[in-house]
């Protein structure tokens, strides 16, 4: 019988501590966790040995059948417990940080290790015979191995792309046709998240079969395709040129590589032509495709082409109905009827501009007036600590210069016309008539400036130092209005 003195006493006391440190241990403190193990590893083989229990041999005492069976157990959990503390420390030291992640490789290692520890302990402790063992085992894995096969090309297809790496945790791919974010590896199969947030489990051997692709690499160049279908009708080139100024007019699309713009093929009713260009980070992709087919939209529109349905008869957009349109866009000029943007129509001056040269500057003194681009692209900047610095880009529709016409504030930013641009000019003369007859326009003109202020960057250009709450910044802008167009109160 154990006694108090006795060795294997000691030997199960430090296995229900290794137990509990195992289970109450805090896990996010590996490094003490894998300490204590070792600690307690050290223990029971100076426990063993010291006790006359050789793991090495078989279990002592033969004539006390409680002492030799507790001494054979001690000796069996020894090569299970060394067994783990190898795996753990070959995980730390051997395998790269990147596989920490993925349970695959770990498992592998592990199943491993431990199946060389338990043929050792059957052979030493146990002294069973190994070679029979290893024959009888050689043909149940025959026989489990064709019961399983289709498990097993999962698992070592699974072996095959964690050793590649042709995605990782998190990466956006697509495995054949389906397109998703990589949330598990295993030993069986890939698990993706797709965009409707949905979970595909894709096996390991399809997976290994199929062609894959990583959008996440390069991790700073991310493409992004645009293709639109336009009438036969229209000039290529002319088309071209507008696809061309859309990709430009985007401040999130790359310069370099640059973008493509090219004509995809040609049918009876339509060509198709595509924009191939590139973001930095993969999460604009959509926000840049969308604003890419809204930008191409606007710039086929400044140059007559509309994009529609090619079922429907062509139209033709002639240049009084651009001035319409233009006006329309302006935020101030929403609460106007069609009289009065007709009246506003004739006073618009046509303007052409190089790239390069400046279509608006705060040291401008001609006086105050409403810039939109009709046609090309035209980026805003302003001058700090002597460096100017962009603050957008401007495609066909936008303007600046509402806070000018409207209340007189004469902003400090620059236009600058990035190709060949068209602008339509308006000058506060003529919108002084129509504040002057109708008093509620120029109040709901107020207000539609003062929600949208950000857009003509007015408080980073004026001097204003009221409360730059909603009531204050509107009334400042109405002071401005009566001031500027002389209107009564």
Same mark, same amino acid.
């Given at each position: ?63 006390? #059948?409680? %002492?030799?069976? *507790? =001494?054979?157990?001690?000796? +069996?959990?020894?090569? &299970?417990?060394? @067994?783990?503390?190898? /795996? ?40 069973? #015979?190994? %070679?029979?063992? *290893? =024959?009888?085992?050689?043909? +149940?894995?025959?026989? &489990?191995?064709? @019961?399983?096969?289709? /498990? ?338």
């Amino acid at each position: 019988m154990p006694t108090l003195t006795d060795g294997v006493l000691y030997g199960i006391a430090i296995l229900v501590l290794d137990f509990l440190a195992w289970r109450f241990m805090d896990r996010k403190i590996e490094q003490a966790r894998l300490a204590f193990r070792a600690l307690m590893f050290g223990l029971s083989s100076y426990v063993l040995f010291s006790s006359g229990m050789n793991p090495l041999r078989a279990a002592p005492w033969p004539d006390e #059948p409680l %002492r030799h069976m *507790l =001494a054979q157990l001690l000796e +069996l959990v020894w090569w &299970l417990q060394g @067994a783990r503390l190898v /795996t753990v420390v070959l995980d730390r030291a051997v395998l790269p940080e990147s596989w920490h992640k993925e349970r695959l490789f770990q498992d592998v290692l592990g199943a491993l290790i431990f199946l060389a520890a338990a043929v050792g302990a059957i052979a030493f402790v146990l002294q069973l #015979p190994v %070679r029979g063992l *290893l =024959a009888t085992s050689g043909a +149940l894995a025959v026989v &489990l191995g064709l @019961a399983i096969q289709s /498990t097993l090309n999962d698992v070592f297809s699974g072996i095959v792309l964690n050793a590649t790496q042709p995605f990782r945790l998190g990466d956006w791919i697509t495995i054949g046709e389906v397109e998703g974010k990589v949330v598990e590896s295993n030993w069986r199969a890939t698990s993706l998240l797709n965009g409707q947030g949905n979970i595909v489990v894709i096996p390991n051997s399809v997976a290994a079969r199929t062609n894959i692709v990583n959008a996440n690499e390069p991790s700073h160049t991310h493409g992004i395709s645009v293709v639109l279908s336009i009438t036969p009708s229209i000039r290529p080139a002319l088309v071209l040129n507008a696809l061309a100024n859309a990709a430009a007019s985007s401040d999130a699309v790359l310069t370099d590589p640059r973008p493509i713009v090219s004509v995809r093929r040609a049918s009876d009713d339509a060509i198709e032509y595509e924009i191939v260009c590139y973001v930095d980070a993969l999460s604009k992709k959509i926000d840049v495709r969308n604003d890419l087919f809204d930008l191409a939209h606007r710039h086929l529109l400044s140059r007559g082409v509309a994009l529609r349905s090619l079922s429907v008869a062509e139209s033709v957009t002639e240049n009084a109905d651009e001035k319409h349109r233009l006006l329309r866009s302006v935020i101030i000029f929403q609460t106007l009827d069609d009289a009065e943007i007709s009246e506003l129509e004739a006073q618009l001056t046509q303007h052409e501009f190089d790239a390069g040269d400046t279509v608006y500057a705060a040291a401008d003194e001609t006086g105050h007036e409403l810039h939109i681009l009709a046609r090309g692209v035209a980026q805003v900047s302003v001058a700090k600590n002597g460096v100017d610095v962009a603050l957008r880009r401007l495609a066909p529709g936008d303007s600046i210069g509402q806070s000018g016409i409207l209340a007189g504030v004469r902003t400090n930013v620059t236009m600058r016309a990035l190709t060949r641009a068209t602008v339509f000019r308006l000058d506060k003369a003529a919108l002084t008539p129509i504040l002057t007859r109708r008093p509620e326009v120029a109040r709901e003109m107020c207000r539609l400036l003062s929600e949208h202020h950000a857009t003509e960057e007015l408080l980073l250009a004026s001097p204003v130092r009221e409360d730059e709450t909603s009531g204050g910044l509107l009334q400042w802008i109405r002071d401005g209005v009566r001031r500027f167009h002389a209107l009564a109160h």
